[in-house]
């Protein structure tokens, strides 16, 4: 188990989200919250390689500030929609005008996950479906008004009040929540029993 694995490690989580915290405490597992404070480069149009760009990203740039014997994760999540890249909303009319967007229709949620340990770094990421029911503007605007939206890609947050909104999803539900764990766990085993 995933607890186990690190129970000895020396642990940085290279991010400054709550809710990656939490899942972290979920998990029972003590990692030190170090941000990695990086201009987050936009030239990948693909989803897929722009979260494993930042998520690796993440992970150099908080090696470069340690030593060796940390283990290092770091993650990014984006919202995919229509070809079109849904991050954080940069302010509440961004926000609303996402949620527009994914009222009625469905989207991906894409996440990167990269752990950086001794010499090694490596990397994979988690695809989710998550259809959204039709949201009546005067819920968008009285969601918003709760400021949940403000700092989750695609402007919703699945464990808060954005749950309300969601009609179901196919794939793994924590990936949504933007930190997908049996990924991280499968990853993390065979990143580990390489190092023996």
Known sequence: MIHNLLKDKKVILASAS?????????????????????KEDQSYKNPRKLVLHHAK???????????????????DTIV????DI????????????YLTLLSSSHHYVYSGIAIAYKNQIVSDYEKTKVFFNEI?????????NTQEPMDKAGA?????????????ISGCYFNVM?????????LLLNMLKADQ
């Open 18 to 38: 709550p809710r990656r915290k939490k899942i972290f405490e979920l998990l029972s597992v003590k990692a030190l919250q170090m941000p990695a404070n990086i």
């Open 57 to 75: 990203n993440k992970v150099r740039h908080i090696r470069s500030q340690v030593d060796n014997d940390y283990l290092i994760i770091g993650a």
């Open 80 to 83: 995919y929609h229509k070809k």
């Open 86 to 97: 849904l991050e954080k909303p940069r302010d509440r009319y961004q926000a609303a005008e």
């Open 136 to 144: 009546c503007p005067e819920d968008i605007a009285e969601y918003v």
């Open 156 to 168: 919703y947050g699945i464990q808060g009040f954005g749950s309300q909104f969601i009609q179901k």
């Open 178 to 186: 933007g930190f997908p764990i049996s990924k991280f766990y499968i």
